[in-house]
Each structure stands twice: as C-alpha cells, then as structure tokens.
C-alpha cells in the first residue's frame, strides 16, 4: 500500500545495470489539473522518502513551499528488507580499497542526468529547469559532487552533513577546475551539519570548501552554511531537510 497521491515506478538504469525503485509524491489536485511543478530529487529514498512527504506539507502549510513533486529515489528497501541498498556504490566518488562496490558516483550522476531526469519529465507535468536534489551523510557527498560537475542540471542542492572527508582534496580541485562556470551560476546551495559532529569529518572539510567557494567568486548569497546547535549527526536530517527545502525555495 502507498500513500495517498502517492505511485511507485520502477526504471532499470542502462548506465548502471540496475533497477531503481522511485516514490512519487504528486501534489493533491495534481489530476484535476493542467500545471506543471518544480521536483525535488531525493537521494536515500528509502529511508528519507516518509520524512520528506510530511516535511514537504508542513512547509506547504506554512507558505514556505510551493506545490511540488518528490521523487524518492531507491533500491527496494522501504518494500522489501530482502532488497540491497547500494548507497555506498552510488554515492561515493573515490574508490575505498576495503570495499568493492564503491565509487560509482560519476555513473550515477550520469544516471540521474541522462536517464531519470528524461523519465521524469516525459511521465510527469514538470517546469523545465525548476529541480532540486537533496541528500544527507553519504548523500549529501553525492549531492556536493553533483553541484561541482553539473550545477545546470538542478537549481537547487541541499547537502545535509555531508561526508567529504575521504574526498576532500579532489572536491577542493573541481572548485578550481570548475569557477569559471561557478562564478556564473545562479543555483542555490545549502549545506549544514550538527555542531557536535566530527570536527575532521564534519565541521572542517565542509569549512574548508565553503571558503574555497568564496575564494573562486561564486555567488554566496546564494549560497546557506547551517549550524544546528546541539546537532549530532542523527539527530540533524530532518532539520536539513526542513532548512533546505526553505532556503532554496526562498
């Protein structure tokens, strides 16, 4: 059973040889009408796809959000605990020597430009150019990563607590590769992290690569560093969500 206004596709992905499972939350009065809405992207769908649901109304009722689309993105899981979440092979840009399915990020962000993006657009009543991605942890690496290599494909990126320790100094080198076309974009994006999480995981590396966006010129107003006083790092995704989906919808 889904929610209500809610579907489930299911899209093999050539790129990666994989299925996908997506939940799709549809605005209330989405069939009786002939609109198009922004899409939110939302990476760990699995786990995050219930939370985002309620985030998203209570922001609607607050005059915070528009009428919008969530497109969960998952391996099955929510569904069945017999299904594999693959977060660590999709999300990850480097490839970890203990772990054999990692660093699939780049195939990924092919995936999402070239294959769910496209399926997305064709089923749906969507408004050109107005997307969102957000992820958190792991995700919210992926989420950064995308905003460095293809920041045209979204006008929106939320990286809540992002992991980037492991790849701190190739993210460091795609800001200097990339400023000319950081310089000129308009894309929000919002990043955060709980105050008492890991200094070196946490708190310096996202330090660091703020200010390396700073010093290449992009724009930083358009541009969120959230705290969360007391925040650790599972007590911190709901609240980026919820300041995420705020800011870039401002």
């Known amino acids: ?23 799709i939350k549809l605005p209330s009065n989405y069939h009786e009408s002939e609109k198009t809405y922004p899409v939110v992207y939302l990476l ?12 998203v109304r209570y922001l609607q009722y607050g005059k915070h959000l528009p009428d919008v689309i969530i497109v969960g993105i998952g391996y099955g899981s929510l569904l069945s605990s017999e299904e594999e979440n693959m977060r660590e092979r999709d999300y ?14 780049k195939q990924f ?9 496209t399926f997305i657009d064709s089923v749906y009543r969507t408004t050109p150019g107005d997307r969102v991605i957000n992820g958190y942890s792991l995700s919210g690496l992926f989420v950064l990563y995308a905003f460095l290599n293809e920041h045209e494909s979204f006008n929106g990126y939320i990286a809540g607590s992002p992991y980037l320790s492991l790849d701190k100094v190739y993210l460091e080198k795609l800001v200097k590769e990339s400023a000319n076309k950081l ?44 705290i969360f ?4 790092h599972f007590t911190c995704p709901s609240e980026a969500m919820v300041y995420g989906l705020k800011y870039v919808f401002e």
């Open 44 to 55: 760990d769908g699995d786990i995050a796809f219930t939370m985002a649901w309620s985030t």
């Open 1 to 23: 059973m889904t929610p209500n206004h809610t579907e489930l596709q299911i899209i093999h992905s050539k790129t990666i040889d994989d299925d996908y499972y997506l939940y």
């Open 109 to 117: 962000l092919k995936f999402l430009k070239n294959e769910l993006i």
């Open 92 to 105: 990850t840009i480097s490839k970890l020597s203990d772990k054999n399915k990692t660093g699939g990020g």
């Open 229 to 232: 006083e007391g925040g650790t």
């Open 183 to 226: 310089k000129k974009s308009e894309a929000k994006l919002f990043i955060s992290y709980g105050e008492l999480e890991d200094e070196a995981n946490y708190g310096k590396p996202i330090s660091d690569i703020v200010g390396n966006l700073g010093q290449i010129g992009f724009k930083m107003n358009n541009l969120d560093l959230r």
